[in-house]
């Protein structure tokens, strides 16, 4: 035990929600399935301490979502489409991309989308995606020449953890050289 007491939570009021949204959408970028299910929680939480019923609050909590996408600071479809560029350009293949879109609450036709408009610009995505990883990773033709040969079935292993083929994967590890990946 740390000695750290847990503070009770405060009861919550109508019109508390909104500025409890407000203060999370400041700090945090999220979708309307996120926000939901962090105002629910903190709706169960002080009305289970407090002995309210929290069917108000949760007709408010629709109120309060709905009043905020309308002004526009709860859009999924624009943080669909940012988080998919992200996780495009840090390298992620297509099979993560979609669980972790999927892990944020985001429905399957606004994941398309993004995944779509993310690789609009580019001719192989995920080989463009495990390009990206790999250099990040320091993998195959980004590891110094000694040691390509030596940790070729490591590296093809970690691009398969990461959720790319195998024939993408042997095509990055493979390659002569990394000017040969960014062309």
């Known amino acids: 035990m740390s000695g750290r007491r847990e503070r009770a939570p405060r009861r919550l009021k109508p019109g508390d929600l909104d500025a409890a949204a407000r203060r999370y959408l400041e700090r945090f970028t999220a979708s309307s399935a996120r926000l939901r299910?962090?105002?629910?929680?903190?709706i169960e939480r002080a009305c289970a301490h407090h002995g309210d019923d929290p069917a108000p609050?949760?007709?408010?909590l629709e109120q309060v979502v709905a009043r905020l996408t309308d002004v526009g600071l709860l859009d999924d479809?624009?943080?669909a489409r940012l988080l998919a560029a992200s996780l495009r350009r840090r390298g992620d293949a297509t099979p993560t991309?979609?669980?972790k879109m999927r892990q944020r609450g985001l429905p399957a036709d606004?994941?398309?989308a993004a995944l779509e408009a993310a690789d609009a610009e580019v001719e192989d995505p995920d080989l463009a995606a495990a390009a990206r990883y790999a250099r990040r990773r320091r993998l195959g033709p980004f590891r110094p020449a000694e040691a390509r040969a030596e940790r070729r079935e490591k590296d093809l292993a970690a691009l398969g953890r990461a959720g790319f083929s195998y024939a993408i994967a042997r095509r990055v590890i493979d390659a002569e050289d990394a000017a040969a990946l960014t062309t």
Request: aromatic fraction near 6%; charge should be positive; glycine fraction near 0%.
């Open 110 to 112: 606004l994941i398309d």
């Open 97 to 99: 991309v979609r669980r």
């Open 37 to 42: 299910q962090v105002l629910r929680r903190r």
């Open 77 to 79: 479809r624009l943080f």
């Open 57 to 60: 609050l949760h007709a408010e």
